[in-house]
C-alpha cells in the first residue's frame, strides 16, 4: 500500500528526493512520515508531517538538511535530503498512522524501504 523509491548512491555533499506513493486507499488524513535502519544498527525516526501538512517533525541528526512534505491529490510523501552524509546512508521506509498530526514511534502502516548510500 505504501511504496517508496528514489534512493540510490550519492557523494557526500550531495542530494536525493524520496517518494512515498500509497495505492489502494488515500493517507490523506493520517500523519506520515520516514523512518530509517542503518547496518548494524535499530530503525529510527527521521522525520514527520501532519495529514494537512501543517506540522512536521525532524529527528535532531537530519534539522536543517531534510524537507518533509505531501501532495494529498497525489497520495504521495516526499523527503527532500540535502547535504547528505556517509552517516545518512540506511534502508529508508515510508509510514503512515492512525493518528494525524504526527506518527508514533511504531506506526501502524509500514512502507517499502528504499537504500540510500552516501559515499565519502
Known amino acids: 500500500q505504501l511504496q517508496a523509491s528514489g534512493g540510490g548512491l550519492v557523494q557526500a555533499g550531495g542530494s536525493l528526493r524520496l517518494s512515498c506513493t500509497a495505492s489502494?486507499?488515500?493517507?490523506?488524513?493520517?500523519?506520515m512520515g520516514w523512518f530509517r535502519q542503518a547496518p548494524g544498527k535499530e530503525r529510527e525516526f527521521v522525520s514527520s508531517?501532519?495529514?494537512?501538512?501543517?506540522?512536521?517533525k525532524y529527528a535532531d541528526s537530519v534539522k536543517g538538511r531534510f524537507t518533509i512534505s505531501r501532495d494529498n491529490a497525489k497520495n504521495t510523501v516526499y523527503l527532500q535530503m540535502n547535504s547528505l552524509k556517509p552517516e545518512d546512508t540506511a534502508l529508508y521506509y515510508c509510514?503512515?498512522?492512525?493518528?494525524?498530526?504526527?506518527?508514533?514511534?511504531?506506526?501502524?502502516?509500514w512502507g517499502s524501504g528504499t537504500l540510500v548510500t552516501v559515499s565519502s
Open positions: 508531517i501532519s495529514w494537512n501538512g501543517g506540522e512536521t
Open positions: 509510514a503512515a498512522d492512525l493518528t494525524s498530526i504526527v506518527v508514533r514511534t511504531t506506526p501502524h502502516y
Open positions: 489502494g486507499r488515500t493517507f490523506s488524513n493520517n500523519a
